[in-house]
């Protein structure tokens, strides 16, 4: 008889214990599982992703500076043709010109850019180089000559960071 007693009793505990851990389950929540599935997912796409967003940024950044050296190259060329190609076609200007701020006020532009620098170097009348580099990737290049494919060039610092010309002369 004490058996059964002490039977019931087992069994009246496993059914509180029973009711109590149910009490405590939530129908909704998430499983380990799904967690772990879910973090796993999300890391492959970011692996496929964060690169290709950094790729699509420095393009953007390379677009940008190219463009800029363009409209550099464009207002050289506009003060050559007004000074007629003598040697004080900038006047009130010390060269070599550094940084977008004076680069703006000795040409007369009003470039914005703040992720590259920008140094401008006349050596006479008729020649001068400009770079514009963004720090630890690449460096591009435009010089006198007229715009083409090799003009502005790119000088890489990293691999496969630029689209123009690779390699200056």
């Known amino acids: 008889m ?3 007693d002490m039977a019931l009793a ?3 505990t496993n059914k509180m214990l029973q009711k109590a851990s149910a009490a405590f389950r939530n129908p909704f929540a998430f499983t380990l599982a799904e967690i772990i599935s879910v973090i796993v997912i999300l890391s492959i796409m970011s692996a496929f992703a ?9 393009k953007g950044y390379e677009r940008n500076m190219a463009l800029n050296l363009m409209a550099i190259h464009g207002a050289n060329e506009i003060y050559r043709a007004k000074s007629g190609g003598n040697d004080e076609y900038l006047p009130g200007t010390d060269l070599p010109l ?14 914005i ?3 590259a620098t920008y140094d401008y170097d006349r050596t006479t009348a008729t ?13 591009l ?29």
């Not at 020649?127 to 460096?139: H, I, K, M, N, Q």
Request: aromatic share 6%.
């Open 10 to 12: 087992v069994a009246k």
């Open 2 to 4: 004490y058996n059964g």
């Open 113 to 115: 850019d703040d992720k």
């Open 50 to 58: 964060i690169p290709n967003y950094v790729k699509g940024m420095r």
């Open 127 to 139: 020649t001068y180089t400009v770079t514009a580099t963004l720090p630890g990737v690449f460096t």
């Open 141 to 169: 290049t435009v010089n006198q000559d007229a715009l083409t494919d090799a003009n502005p060039c790119c000088t890489n610092i990293l691999s496969e960071a630029c689209r123009l010309r690779q390699g200056c002369p």
């Open 98 to 111: 550094s940084g977008v701020p004076s680069i703006n006020s000795g040409l007369s532009l009003d470039l």
